[in-house]
């Protein structure tokens, strides 16, 4: 597949494009093992966890931001087996069960695979109790959620409204934000009200009427937006956000530009993976997994992921 590769034996099942375009651009296919570097652990895939930015990447409209080698195989989160070790990595070895938003420079070895090569930077260890699809859910949205909420600087008392709080980001958002004593009024459409209320906050429906809703629960205002879908969202901030009150978005860059906040590109962390795996671990983290497929239907889970409606993370497991 990639040009380095030629010549090698086709050796791994993967999910593989190999230019830009839609979810037909996909095919199921025999690929080289991927090459590891002296920091970088070959790891056995278990379960892949999807993310938007997987097919945005896939449809070119990130050409410019990240680079691609095609042909390329889609996916950042992983949880799987240490296979294969690097020259130095002794945080981890053969056999170790860990996960990962195994984001690298270039795309083009990704988790939709049998084996993947992740930098040990992006890595964690799986603590026991937590499975490997849900493992493989929580990486990208787990550190957005984490990340978001961090940088907001909310707190204990605050009132914070989160956008999309439905969605893979959001369910996560809803719960950290919670456990660092924030009151939260989530938007989500009205049939997963009774979901977002269980991830516990107190829901409203996106869309026009949302001024109205949310200054019914809160009449002052919010003291913190985390913006977890874009698109119209932010319209509503300069009636709603208190003054002094801070905004971040992970896809909208008024954020920034028009309201002095954040505009987030989550990082690999594996110190926060590990604090988020713990959570998830004990209990306190709850992880809604929407679907799982196997790695034959993995096209199929991108088309159910691109629906846009998905409630919690679609899982591909291997
Ligand atoms: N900057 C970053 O670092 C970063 C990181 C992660 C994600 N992102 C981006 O953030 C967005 C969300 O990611 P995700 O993984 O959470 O997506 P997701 O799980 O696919 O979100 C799906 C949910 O969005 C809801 N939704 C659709 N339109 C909405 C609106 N206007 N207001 C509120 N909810 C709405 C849908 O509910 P209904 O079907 O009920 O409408 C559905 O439950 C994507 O665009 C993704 O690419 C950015």
Redesign the pocket.
Known sequence: MPAAGAGLPLSMKALVYSDFGGSDRFALTEVPDPHIGPDTLLVRVVAAGL???DY?IREGYLRGLIDVALPAVPGWDVAGIVEKVGLDTPEFEVGDRILAYARADLVQHGSVAELMPVPVRTAAHIPDGLSFEDAAALP??GL?ALQSVLRSGLGEGDTVLV??A?????SFGVQLARLRGARVIG???A??HDYVRALGAEPVE?GDAIVGQVKELAPEGVDVVLD????S?LDSTSELLREGGFVVS??DSRAATEFGGIS???RPDAAQLAELATLAAEGTLTIERAASYPLAEAADAYRE?ES????GKIIVTI
């Open positions: 993310n938007p930015v945005k990208l949205a957005t956008h999309n439905a969605g893979g980001v959001g938007t989500a459409s049939g997963k996106y977890f879908i874009g698109g969202a992970i896809a987030l590109w989550v992921l846009g409606h998905t409630r």
